[in-house]
């Protein structure tokens, strides 16, 4: 299987984990062009450089607003932070505000729900230690903006990169305090201390905040399993650096590979439920609730209950280590009084994705291959946007790509 593997020995944040996966990625200009054009509206630029830390050659990606970096102190990192309602000394941006923000980015669908969800993973962990709501969290504009190309980035490399397994060590958080608009706080800071539970994590001897916020919601997204690295036939290697300098290499490694599954590729978890009292939009918008948070897929099944009632089984795919956060949405967003599990075992294929020039634009055409079968199937979002702007229809288009 298709395995990325994220070493973070020396923790890591939103710009080391973008340069790894840039270095691994084997369609950079798309990236680059894709995430310049989507953020030229904000005064936003990204753009990679070679960096060295303690002579091993990586990439440092740069993100400047407005043509300036966001430059972080050797002794006391200033990691991205919000505050309350109360606090109104800094420009800021709410949660829904941002959620707005990655609406309107030119981003595949796929990328900005992803995105999304990781600003909740952020946006829930700073509600908890402000001991407040989501919707009063105010993100701090500066971090903020850096930090949602940091994400949105992130999820864009993971969508072409289209790994079918992501693994990673348990996370080096630091030692000692960092200094944020707040004051100066004990490491882990608090929000990404929320943020790591449930998580293998280690302080060390380093002096400094080595895991971000920014970097613990984009593992936690993305990341099946913290373990250490499973035997792998190894294609790619890439290194994300850091911007401070310490006596270990500050970079996280990003491994892409094959790793043997045996009989079976891994295991995931159903949780489903009945219901016989909901209406289709009320299902609907669970539905879209559990896609939206991370679920591998969700569906229903038309059934007749007591009393000759017709209802619907809602069926969520996840998993297994997100257990607690989709039956805590089950019945967050539908009137179940109680849901069910089950443990599959399942085999899949290993999927990559190739682009065709076409005279309409780049299509990306998802092949999957694995125990002798071999597909291929253009991507709608990619189908869609050229039937929607230049008019025809889908038929037309897939006319074009057969030729």
């Known amino acids: 299987m298709k ?3 994220f070493e973070c020995k020396m923790g890591a944040a939103g710009d080391m984990l973008m340069a790894a ?3 691994i990625c084997d369609q950079k200009d798309i990236f680059l062009q894709t995430m310049n054009e989507a953020f030229s509206g904000y005064g936003i630029q990204i753009f990679p450089e070679e960096a060295k830390k ?4 990586g990439t440092h990606m740069r993100v400047t607003i407005n043509c300036k970096e966001e430059v972080v102190s050797s002794d006391a ?3 991205n932070h919000t505050h309350t309602e109360q606090d109104h000394e800094h420009a800021h941006h709410s949660y829904p505000s941002i959620l707005a923000q990655i609406e309107h980015l030119k981003l595949p669908a796929q990328v900005k729900s992803n995105a999304a969800a990781i600003y909740q993973l952020i946006g829930n962990a700073e509600a908890s230690v402000h001991n407040t709501t989501l919707e009063q969290i105010h993100f701090h504009e500066v971090g903020t903006m850096d930090a949602l190309a940091d994400v949105c980035g992130c999820a864009l490399l993971m969508y072409l990169i289209a790994p079918g397994k992501t693994l990673s060590s348990p996370l080096h958080v630091g030692s000692g305090f960092v200094r944020c608009a707040h004051g100066v706080l004990p490491v882990p800071a608090p929000a990404t201390t929320e943020l790591l539970k449930g998580t293998p994590f280690y302080s060390g001897s380093i ?3 080595l895991l971000t916020p920014t970097g613990a919601a984009i593992l936690r997204h993305y990341v099946e399993a913290f373990q250490e690295m499973p035997v792998m036939t190894l294609e790619q290697t890439g290194y994300g650096m850091g911007q401070k300098d310490f006596e270990t290499a500050n970079c996280v490694r990003a491994f892409l590979g094959d790793v043997a599954t045996g009989d079976y590729d891994d295991k995931i978890l159903s949780i489903s439920c009945n219901l016989d009292d909901m209406t289709g939009e009320a299902i609907s918008f669970a539905s879209e609730s559990l896609l939206n948070a991370g679920a591998l897929d969700v569906y229903t099944i038309p059934i007749q209950m007591k009393k000759g009632r017709p209802g619907i ?3 969520c795919l996840c998993p ?3 257990k607690e956060t989709f039956t805590r949405l089950f019945f967050q967003h539908t009137t179940t009084r109680g849901v069910r599990y089950a443990v599959y075992e399942r085999a899949k294929l290993t999927s ?3 682009v065709h020039d076409t005279s309409f634009g780049k299509i990306r055409i998802k092949k999957s291959s694995g125990y002798h079968a071999i597909h291929e199937k253009p991507e709608f979002e990619d189908l869609k946007a050229i039937a929607l702007s230049h008019g025809c229809s889908l038929d037309d288009v897939l006319k074009l790509l057969n030729k």
């Open 320 to 322: 297994l280590p997100e």
């Open 313 to 315: 089984i809602l069926t």
């Open 207 to 209: 002096k400094g905040e």
């Open 352 to 354: 990559t994705f190739e």
């Open 77 to 79: 990192a200033t990691h």
């Open 54 to 57: 303690c002579g091993i050659s």
């Open 21 to 23: 996966l840039y270095e």
């Open 3 to 5: 395995t990325l593997y």
